[in-house]
Every structure is written in structure tokens, then in C-alpha cells.
């Protein structure tokens, strides 16, 4: 569906199941094509088809691993993956208290487990990086009730090891320190990804921002 939809938002007919359709709307701009992933697979498609790929955790060598078959993809594609964009979807809490930054963000590598665990019934053990997997062992039940919640019990099994890796936490010397190494990879985005405590009567409270690195 990547073809048609960049086709129909630059103002082209396209033919979808037979009918001519066309948006008489579009500006003729077509949008970027954004891809997120944590597998091969996806990740090979985001270097076939995508303008960026979305990579939800900051640690950087599990980046390079994804990026390792983003560039597959690409090649496979013919495309000059240089020319894809990067994004790292991860919390940030600047903090001279680790203890509180921690317990801010430990609900996000909580997130994460879900998407590892769908991973690991998919792939071979050998196919996916330790760093990437073995968090889980510990893993209990995940109630989506909290998902997303500072000081959920979903998080209880994260080491402070696993938030230090996949979240951007602690003092703005460390950040900046963390800025620099992930610019080592080719990553052009950090969006920092946040989540507030309940409100009474409502669902979650939440945005992101993203800087450019």
C-alpha cells in the first residue's frame, strides 16, 4: 500500500481493486514513509520502503544491530540507505537523582518486553541479540490496565541496568555524554517518548518531543 498512498498524495489516479480513485485534496506533497520495527523482518522492509525508521529504545548497540538489516534491506532495494533517517523513541528524564529518574522511566523497557516477547516467538534464539532478549526471563504477567504507568507493578522485573540502556536518564552532563555516542550511529532524531500518572476519571496523560541529534 506504500506505492499507492505516496501515488494518491501526489494527486495521481490510482487504481485500487479496479476503480479509479483519486484525492482531489492533496497539495501534491508525499509523505514521508516512517517504519518501525524491532525484528529482521521489519526492519529490512523499513530499508526497502521507508524514508525513516523508528527504533523504540536508546541503547546504541542495539541500534547498530537493527541498523544492520535496514542496510540489508536497502541494498536489497537498491536504495542508498545514507538517505533513510534514524529515530530513537526513548524516555528522557534529566535527573541528579538516579533512584528517581529510574522509577520515572521503568515502565518504558516494561513496554518493550511486550514487543520482545512477540519476537521471541518468532525468531530462533541465535537470531536475536541477548541484550535484546534476556530481560524477559523474569517477566510476569502484563496487565495493558497499567501500560504505560510510573510505578506500575508491569515493571517490576526491570533491572536498572536494562533502563540505563534503553532510556536517556540522569544528569545533563551524562545526556550530553549519551547525545555523543548515538551520534556515532546514524541517527538524525531522539523523540523523547513520556508518560504522566493517572488523572482522576481519565485515561493516560501523555506526549513526546523530538530534537534533532
Same mark, same amino acid.
Not at 506533497?29 to 525513516?52: C, Q, S
Not at 540507505?81 to 534529566?94: G, Y
Not at 536494562?162 to 555524554?177: A, N, T, W, Y
Given at each position: 500500500?506504500?506505492?499507492? &498512498?505516496?501515488?494518491?498524495? &501526489?494527486?495521481?489516479?490510482?487504481?485500487?481493486?479496479?476503480?479509479?480513485?483519486?484525492?482531489?485534496?492533496?497539495?501534491?506533497?508525499?509523505?514521508?514513509?516512517?517504519?518501525?520495527?524491532?525484528?529482521?523482518?521489519?526492519?529490512?522492509?523499513?530499508?526497502?520502503?521507508?524514508?525513516?525508521?523508528?527504533?523504540?529504545? &536508546?541503547?546504541?548497540?542495539?541500534?547498530?544491530? !537493527?541498523?544492520?538489516?535496514? %542496510?540489508?534491506?536497502?541494498?536489497?532495494?537498491?536504495?542508498?540507505?545514507? $538517505?533513510?533517517?534514524?529515530?530513537?523513541?526513548?524516555?528522557?528524564?534529566?535527573?541528579?537523582?538516579?533512584?528517581?529518574?529510574?522509577?520515572?522511566?521503568?515502565?518504558?523497557?516494561?513496554?518493550?518486553?511486550?514487543?520482545?516477547?512477540?519476537?521471541?516467538?518468532?525468531? $530462533?534464539?541465535?537470531?536475536?541479540?541477548?541484550?535484546?532478549?534476556?530481560?524477559?526471563?523474569? %517477566?510476569?504477567?502484563?496487565?495493558?490496565?497499567?501500560? !504505560?504507568?510510573?510505578?506500575?507493578?508491569?515493571?517490576?522485573?526491570?533491572?536498572?541496568?536494562?533502563?540505563? +540502556?534503553? !532510556?536517556?536518564?540522569?544528569?545533563?552532563?551524562?545526556?550530553? $555524554?549519551?547525545?555523543? +555516542?548515538?551520534?556515532?550511529?546514524?541517527?538524525?532524531?531522539?523523540?523523547?517518548?513520556?508518560?504522566?500518572? $493517572?488523572?482522576?476519571?481519565?485515561?493516560?496523560?501523555?506526549?513526546? &518531543?523530538?530534537?534533532? !541529534?
Amino acid at each position: 500500500m506504500t506505492v499507492p &498512498a505516496g501515488d494518491l498524495n &501526489a494527486g495521481k489516479t490510482v487504481d485500487l481493486d479496479g476503480v479509479p480513485t483519486k484525492f482531489p485534496w492533496t497539495t501534491g506533497e508525499i509523505p514521508r514513509v516512517w517504519v518501525a520495527g524491532y525484528g529482521p523482518k521489519a526492519l529490512r522492509t523499513a530499508g526497502r520502503i521507508g524514508d525513516g525508521v523508528i527504533l523504540q529504545f &536508546a541503547d546504541p548497540d542495539l541500534i547498530e544491530w !537493527c541498523l544492520g538489516f535496514v %542496510r540489508e534491506g536497502a541494498k536489497e532495494a537498491g536504495r542508498d540507505f545514507s $538517505k533513510i533517517e534514524v529515530m530513537a523513541a526513548a524516555p528522557v528524564w534529566a535527573s541528579n537523582d538516579l533512584k528517581t529518574a529510574r522509577e520515572h522511566v521503568r515502565w518504558f523497557p516494561a513496554l518493550v518486553s511486550n514487543h520482545v516477547m512477540d519476537l521471541i516467538s518468532k525468531y $530462533k534464539p541465535e537470531e536475536l541479540p541477548p541484550a535484546l532478549t534476556s530481560f524477559v526471563k523474569d %517477566r510476569g504477567k502484563y496487565d495493558y490496565l497499567h501500560h !504505560c504507568e510510573v510505578g506500575s507493578d508491569n515493571a517490576e522485573f526491570v533491572t536498572d541496568e536494562v533502563v540505563d +540502556r534503553f !532510556c536517556v536518564i540522569g544528569p545533563i552532563e551524562e545526556h550530553r $555524554k549519551k547525545l555523543d +555516542r548515538r551520534r556515532r550511529n546514524p541517527i538524525q532524531h531522539l523523540s523523547n517518548v513520556r508518560r504522566r500518572r $493517572k488523572n482522576p476519571g481519565r485515561l493516560w496523560a501523555g506526549d513526546s &518531543a523530538s530534537i534533532s !541529534c
